[in-house]
Antibody, heavy 125, light 108 residues
């Protein structure tokens, strides 16, 4: 069964850091880009960035550059997203998602076909 | 950045009715548009992986159309489990990956 299982809920104080994990199973972790998407309470989906488990390469949304790190460990099929200098408006559910295929000139970028269950991160003093 | 605008924000319909949801892109994206469904407390689920092709396991009552900048997701006859929030996503030009702001489909 192809799935992504994320770590549990976190409560952090402003200024702290949080690291969320995303464990893949049922497929070759290194073969698919892993994205991170967050959703603030009652809001829409906000893309944060991607991680290429094969090369270790990353790409981040501009608003998160300098504050986010995305890494992975192919030996345990797990990706990680760390967000630093947390603020109250970082309170959100954070999702990891698998990109179904890499870019193809004919079919474009692959959509997100597998999602983790989400990790609630609460930032509060 | 490609901006996606979904309409309406909220759609109130009854089971058995036909639902039509729209997504407009700020520039042409060919047919590189995906649709997702999200129910309360759940992760999004892939519905359509391009403008008109259903993802695995998605019922035939879901269909999509459009090309260029204007796209439509149609649910031919609403089932109780279809009431959810729907998001479109462009797959033409990354980064950034962009989503529409969502359409909430609620029971009338």
């Amino acid at each position: 069964q192809v799935q992504l299982v994320q770590s549990g809920a976190e409560v952090e104080k402003p200024g702290a850091s949080v690291k969320v994990s995303c464990k893949a199973s049922g497929y070759t972790f290194a073969g698919y880009y892993l994205h991170w998407v967050r959703q603030a309470p009652g809001q829409g989906l906000e893309w944060m960035g991607w991680f290429n488990p094969d090369s270790g390469g990353t790409e981040f949304a501009q608003k998160f550059q300098g504050r986010v790190t995305m890494t992975g460990d192919t030996s345990i099929s797990t990706g990680y997203m760390e967000l630093r200098r947390l603020r109250s408006d970082d309170t959100a559910v954070y999702y990891c998602a698998r990109q179904s295929w890499s870019f193809d000139i004919v079919t474009g970028y692959g959509p997100f076909d597998i999602w983790g269950q989400g990790t609630l991160v609460t930032v509060s003093s | 950045e490609i901006v996606l605008t979904q309409s309406p924000a909220t759609l109130s319909l009854s089971p058995g009715e036909r639902a039509t949801l729209s997504c407009r892109a700020s520039q042409s994206i060919g047919n590189y548009l995906a649709w997702y469904q999200q129910k309360p407390g759940q992760a999004p689920r892939l519905l359509m992986y391009d403008a008109s092709n259903r993802a695995t396991g998605i019922p035939a009552r879901f269909s999509g159309s459009g090309s260029g900048t204007d796209f439509t997701l149609t649910i031919s006859s609403l089932e109780p489990e279809d009431f959810a929030v729907y998001y479109c996503q462009q797959r033409r030009k990354w980064p950034p990956v962009t989503f529409g702001q969502g359409t909430r489909l609620e029971i009338k």
